[in-house]
């Protein structure tokens, strides 16, 4: 790989490394909580936000296409943070599930009516990473340095409710005002990620690295650090691929994480009867 390929994908290699950081960490409360598709969902939703404003004739690169997603995103925060009671007969991840069907149709039938359909639908699935420009890069940073600050102060409590909300609810907490705060600060990530890597892309550099993790340690911070590592080397391979064999970015990043993650689980057997 030449110097020139290096320097058109270094905007998009810097922004993958970024969503890494955050989203590795965000990944270990959604695993602790139970609720594995509210990135899908939440990604979804923000997705028929920005479909409703394309329908509407924004530009996909208005901002008015931004915030219409993070105004969506956020009432779904709302939303799984307030049937989130935890004696209710209905699983949270049901309705988790739910939100998540309603508003890929919804998605599907907005832009049916917009011109374009089927490309909008396509970048909202898979994304186009290659494209990000640094200010974007830099704009994505700042929000999620913003989002790590507020993660960075209250963790201990957001921490001991993903972990076990039955006891901090004993303790007279509101947990469901913090889960509101937890899944309004998921909700800003999400949206400006799926703005750059698409639904899909999200969801695994949510769920992978995390899983990866949990794999070869118990320890909150060994997990983060090996799904830190684990995503960065299948952003980068991903990249090479995706250059080298002339394939579409997002998904062989993608299909490169289903793979590290196989290696990764065949490998764990065997490192432990080492140890």
């Given at each position: 790989m030449d110097w020139t390929i290096l320097q058109f994908l270094a905007p998009a290699i810097v922004a993958s490394l970024v969503i890494v950081g955050m989203h590795a960490y965000l990944g270990l409360h959604v695993v602790e909580r139970g609720v594995i598709f509210v990135d899908l969902s939440l990604a979804q939703i923000a997705s028929?936000?920005?479909?409703?404003?394309?329908?509407?004739?924004?530009?996909?690169?208005?901002?008015?296409?931004?915030?219409?997603?993070?105004?969506f995103t956020l009432i779904g925060a709302a939303l799984f943070a307030t049937v989130k009671g935890h004696a209710a007969r209905i699983p949270q991840e049901a309705i988790i599930g739910i939100a998540y069907a309603v508003a890929s149709a919804a998605v599907i039938l907005t832009l049916s009516k917009a011109a374009g359909?089927?490309?909008?639908?396509?970048?909202?699935?898979?994304?186009?990473?290659?494209?990000?420009?640094?200010?974007?890069?830099?704009?994505?940073?700042?929000?999620?340095?913003?989002?790590?600050?507020?993660?960075?102060?209250?963790?201990?409590?957001?921490?001991?409710?993903?972990?076990?909300?039955?006891?901090?609810a004993a303790r007279g907490v509101s947990v469901r005002f913090w889960d509101f705060l937890f899944y309004a600060s998921f909700g800003f990530v999400v949206t400006r990620s799926v703005a750059i890597a698409g639904v899909l892309l999200v969801f695994c550099y949510l769920i992978v690295p995390s899983v990866g993790g949990m794999l070869f340690a118990e320890r909150i911070g060994t997990r983060l650090a090996i799904g830190w590592v684990m995503g960065t080397v299948v952003s980068l391979l991903g990249m090479y691929f995706s250059v080298q064999f002339d394939l579409p970015t997002g998904a062989t990043i993608a299909c490169t994480f289903g793979l590290v993650l196989a290696a990764m689980a065949a490998a764990r057997p065997l490192l432990r009867r080492r140890a």
């Open positions: 028929l936000g920005a479909a409703m404003a394309v329908w509407q004739g924004y530009e996909p690169q208005d901002p008015a296409v931004y915030w219409m997603s993070l105004g359909e089927a490309e909008h639908l396509r970048d909202m699935l898979v994304g186009n990473i290659l494209s990000v420009q640094w200010p974007d890069v830099w704009l994505t940073s700042l929000i999620y340095l913003a989002i790590g600050v507020f993660h960075y102060v209250f963790r201990r409590r957001f921490l001991d409710i993903s972990i076990d909300a039955d006891a901090v």
